[in-house]
């Protein structure tokens, strides 16, 4: 039980000079036995992180609507003074994009017209959700998100987080109430893109700078600077075609890409529900396949 | 009477020897909030280490080392990176300012300061060890120096701010 000394020094005697020792190395141990079970045993480590982020996302999300409120508030007055630059500025984007969603309309007509000669595997739906980032650890270590939406609004693991710019990050963890992003720059973060026009496949790789490198790119592959590399479906994680970002670097610290993605202007997130199972589900398919092959044999007999 | 004062005077006696625990853990939650300014994300002070030191220094009676241990665990689980090498940081930077607990009591606001200065130095570098080890890979220590930098120059405003608190607590 704690005691109330006020400011007084507090003599240790031998004893309990002894058991303080003993406290640090106990507790020392038990961080290091920490690190070792969440290396091991990812699953308990899932669950109790989860846990408490569900606990504690409620009370982030209340407090930064104010500071989202904030600094909306301090953009609008100095968007003030740039005013009727920026007027200019988007009528001339609005014509450029005009004639790109005509450009786009054309071509989807095209694929569908295409895709029907074909026959080809009709393209699962995408739906969307969206969620407000609510946490942001920092820190030299990670680069993860925490978000207001969880199991009970439909997000599942490895799902697929975007912003208007381009693709963000994929959901790592699940809680009931809340879910943290792995961010494309975090050192965990793996994924597979195409990049160029002759669509090179790659693995783009994360390491906590703010650039992350394309591996494993084949020998041929020639990849220059200005070349766009988007998500290329593969493993059926994420849905192919999300645009990731522009190569920023060719050279010793190998090939860097820049995303398009605004981290400093990151207030929502949407989560990209494809409706096709990727590999992280892939036993829970085959088992549900075997079971009902199995019933379907049985009710043969 | 005297019963009902005795039972808000244990409440309140109660409520100020848990309060550097509750705060160090909201100290936690802060360094969570998104500030959305630029590049400003890598280099978040580590609040919970300014929280830990400034109490072991002036009430290492109400933050024991258990305590250092859950704040530890609490701030690892929400930060998202790997569980130990955090905690392993909190407990050495309270481990050496008890074994110097003397020299602390007799220092002034700078002496103190220099002090965190090397202890956050020591608590970093260890986690960045840890974890650059959990990981098996080298982590660019860049960030974290500049996390260190922003740190030791949030410390005199945090601290000043306890002190302050903690004499409202002490009329």
Redesign the interface.
């Known amino acids: 039980m704690k005691k109330p000394t006020g400011s007084e020094i507090r003599v240790a005697s031998p004893l309990k000079a002894w058991a303080s020792r003993f406290a640090l190395l106990l507790l020392v141990g038990a961080a290091f036995g920490l690190m070792l079970i969440g290396r091991t045993n990812t699953f308990l480590v899932e669950d109790t992180r989860t846990a408490v982020t569900d606990m504690v996302t409620p009370i982030l999300d209340a407090v930064s609507q104010p500071v989202d409120t904030f600094s909306g508030i301090i953009e609008q007055a100095e968007s003030f003074t740039r005013l009727s630059a920026e007027n200019q500025a988007l009528r001339e984007q609005n014509a450029r994009l005009l004639q790109w969603q005509a450009v786009a309309r054309r071509l989807e007509a095209e694929n569908a017209a295409l895709r029907d000669l074909k026959n080809m595997v009709p393209d699962p739906a995408m739906s969307y959700l969206t969620a407000r980032v609510v946490g942001d650890p920092g820190g030299a270590f990670v680069r993860t998100v925490l978000i207001n939406a969880g199991e009970r609004n439909g997000v599942e693991k490895g799902q697929a987080a975007i912003t208007g710019d381009g693709l963000a990050g994929r959901i790592a963890e699940v809680g009931q109430r809340s879910a943290r992003v792995l961010l494309l720059t975090d050192i965990n973060s793996r994924v597979p893109v195409v990049v160029g026009e002759a669509r090179d496949r790659a693995v783009l790789a994360g390491d906590n700078s703010n650039a992350p490198e394309l591996l494993y790119l084949g020998p041929t592959a020639k990849v220059q600077v200005g070349d766009y590399v988007t998500t290329s479906g593969h493993g059926g994680v994420f849905p192919p075609g999300l645009p990731i970002g522009v190569v920023s670097a060719v050279g010793e610290r190998g090939i860097r890409v820049q995303p398009f993605v605004d981290w400093a202007h990151m207030e929502v997130l949407r989560i990209v529900e494809y409706a096709l199972t990727g590999i992280l589900d892939f036993e829970a398919e085959v088992g549900a396949a075997r079971a009902a092959a199995a019933a379907a044999a049985e009710a043969g007999q | 009477m005297r019963q009902e004062e005795g039972l808000w005077h244990r409440l309140d006696?109660i409520a100020?020897?848990?309060s550097p625990f509750f705060v160090t853990l909201l100290l936690v939650?802060l360094?969570?909030?998104?500030?959305?300014?630029?590049?400003?994300?890598?280099?978040?002070p580590?609040l919970a280490l300014i929280g830990v030191f400034f109490w072991s220094v002036?009430?290492?009676?109400?933050m024991?080392?258990?305590a250092?241990?859950v704040i530890?665990?609490?701030q690892d689980?929400?930060?998202?990176?790997?569980?130990?090498?955090g905690?392993?940081g909190l407990?050495i930077a309270h481990?050496l300012v008890?074994w110097q607990l003397r020299f602390f009591?007799a220092a002034s606001f700078s002496v103190v300061w220099v002090a965190f200065m090397l202890v956050a130095a020591a608590a970093l570098g260890v986690?960045?060890l840890?974890?650059s080890i959990?990981?098996m890979?080298y982590?660019?220590?860049a960030?974290?120096f500049f996390?260190y930098l922003v740190t030791t120059a949030f410390y005199p405003c945090l601290a000043w701010a306890f002190l302050r608190g903690q004499r409202l607590f002490?009329r």
């Open positions: 006696v100020r020897s848990i939650l360094s969570l909030l998104p500030l959305r300014i630029a590049d400003l994300s890598p280099i978040v580590a002036h009430r290492p009676d109400l024991p080392i258990w250092v241990f530890g665990l609490f689980l929400l930060t998202g990176s790997v569980i130990g090498p905690i392993v407990l481990a008890v009591l986690t960045w840890l974890t959990a990981l890979t982590l660019d220590p960030p974290l996390q002490h």
